[in-house]
Every structure is written in structure tokens, then in C-alpha cells.
């Protein structure tokens, strides 16, 4: 009554058998493909290490609001202040060395530039950006062609 054909069974398997190969291989060309043109994951550099500006930071204890929270952030990331440049231009007109400076004096407090720079780099630092990526922003942000100031901060 009923005989199977055996020579078709062992053709569908053997088809069967050469489509799941086909489709492993181009799953491992693809995974070779993905994984070789991957962007490297790049690790927030640590916002501690060796400084440019090696004078330590005042206490935020003694200043209050907004100017207090951003000598915090001065020492909790001197790293990332250490390779900003200011742009209150303080470095020509007061001979700091970067943006870190300006936190270990009184000159922080009474700059609204330094303390909005500073304040914006760490926002960018805890959304896991990289030194050079934080750099890049406030230049953007910031960046003002140099005047003489006539104020003297």
C-alpha cells in the first residue's frame, strides 16, 4: 500500500543539511564582519592622575550654591578640569595654567565662566564621555575670541 521513497527522505535531509550550513557560514561571515568593524569600547579615563596643576583644591565648604558645587566638582575631577582650558582667559591675564587652576584660589568663586566650564564638564564626565570628547564640547560651548579684561577677578 504505502512505500516510501527513500531516495527522496535522503535528498531533503541532504538539502536540509546543506541550507543549515550555508546559513552557519554566512552567520560566521557576518559575526567576522561585525566583530572586526566594531568601534573599540573606550574607557572614560579617570578623572584622577597626574596634573599640569598640582596646587590643591580650596574646600567648597566655603562657598555656598552653585559656586560651592563646582569647587566640589574641581576636586572630584581634577583630571578632566586639568585639560580644559579656561575661557575667561585667566591663563593670559593671570598666568593659571588651565581650568583647575582657578579652583585653587578664590579666582573660581567670582567667575561665572570657570565655575558654568567646570560644572559642564562634569555633566558630560557622569554621561561617561571621554577626556577629549569633554575637551572638544566646552571648546565649543565656550570658546570666545580673546579681549583684555577690565575687571580685575
Do not use: W
Not at 554566512?26 to 566583530?35: A, C, R
Not at 559656586?67 to 598666568?95: M, N, R, S
Not at 583647575?100 to 562634569?122: D, P, V
Request: charged share 25%.
Amino acid at each position: 500500500m504505502g512505500k516510501k521513497k527513500t531516495g527522496n527522505n535522503k535528498s531533503r535531509k541532504s538539502s536540509r543539511r546543506m541550507l543549515a550550513g550555508f546559513v552557519a557560514g554566512i552567520v560566521v561571515v557576518l559575526s567576522g564582519v561585525y566583530v572586526a568593524t566594531k568601534p573599540p569600547v573606550v574607557p572614560v579615563a579617570p578623572a584622577t592622575g597626574d596634573l599640569i596643576e598640582i596646587r590643591p583644591v580650596l574646600s567648597p565648604a566655603l562657598f555656598t550654591g552653585k559656586v560651592a558645587q563646582a569647587y566640589k566638582v574641581a576636586a572630584e575631577i581634577p583630571k578632566v578640569l586639568d585639560a580644559q582650558f579656561c575661557y575667561c582667559y585667566c591663563k593670559k591675564e593671570k598666568g593659571h595654567k588651565n581650568l583647575l587652576t582657578c579652583f585653587t584660589s578664590r579666582h573660581g568663586s567670582k567667575c561665572e565662566t570657570c565655575i558654568n566650564e567646570a560644572l559642564y564638564a562634569h555633566e558630560l564626565y557622569k554621561q561617561g564621555k571621554t577626556i577629549d570628547e569633554i575637551v572638544v564640547a566646552v571648546d565649543r560651548k565656550f570658546y570666545r575670541p580673546y579681549r583684555k579684561s577690565t575687571s580685575s577677578l
